[in-house]
């Protein structure tokens, strides 16, 4: 039976975990916005759509400016990109988990200087362009927190584990939330919304499975903003 040094089975066994680790998540979307392909890989629900200088500009009509992928969303996933909104843009939301007309909404809003996780709802009419988002659900009992507007490009890291939800801007830790009713369905699109003119850049959306759609440890959000009412 042949017989290898200690050293070098160890160094096969550290390499081996390694790609095993690597393999438990994968990236499945991408987006650089070098290449025009806002008509094959986005849907424009609201408003009007730009690609140019590699940054998907954005720039709302009467309501928002609203955009959906075209790539659904895997049950576990880690979703990065880069965003900016203009000083007089009031919000800035990331649409996660669109089901039906029913998502989950990461709202920016510069205005309050708050983010705010909502139970949001889409009412869109695509043929005459007009569209609406509200709050539909769980008002006053979702969580939010400060946070001083910044307006530059903020890099936003966003990871679905199971029914947790985390949030981090600039690699600061921002809010998170435990979606433990379930109405928060899995997969589904995700999209951008704007309340004014803004624009995306870098994007890439990673699936996770095995250890990597575990929940980050030590992941500890801003303090929460204390609801003003709370229903029973």
């Known amino acids: ?119 949001r709802s889409l009412f869109a009419n695509l043929e005459n362009r007009g569209s609406f988002i509200h709050s539909s659900g769980h008002i006053g009992t979702m969580p939010k927190v400060k946070r001083t507007t910044q307006h530059d490009w903020q890099d936003w890291k966003i990871q679905r584990s199971g029914n947790q939800f985390f949030i981090w801007i600039n690699q600061e830790a921002v809010i998170s939330f435990k979606d433990s009713t379930g109405f928060v369905k899995p997969k589904g699109q995700f999209g951008f919304a704007f309340n004014g003119k803004g624009a995306i850049k870098n994007l890439k959306l990673w699936k996770l499975k095995g250890e990597s759609a575990l929940p980050p440890q030590n992941f500890k959000n801003l303090p929460l903003i204390k609801p003003f009412f709370v229903f029973e």
């Open 1 to 119: 039976m042949m017989k290898f040094p200690v050293f070098i089975l160890s160094l096969f066994l550290a390499v081996n975990t390694v790609f095993t680790s690597n393999a438990q998540s994968k990236l499945i979307f991408e987006q650089d916005f070098k290449k025009n392909q806002l008509q094959k890989k986005w849907l424009t629900v609201n408003g009007s759509w730009e690609i140019k200088d590699a940054e998907l500009h954005a720039s709302k009509d009467i309501n928002w400016a609203i955009l959906l992928a075209n790539k659904p969303l895997p049950e576990d996933y880690i979703l990065t990109f880069s965003a900016i909104a203009e000083p007089k843009t009031y919000l800035f939301e990331v649409m996660l988990n669109l089901n039906g007309s029913k998502f989950l909404g990461i709202l920016l809003n510069q205005l309050e200087n708050r983010v705010a996780i909502e139970d």
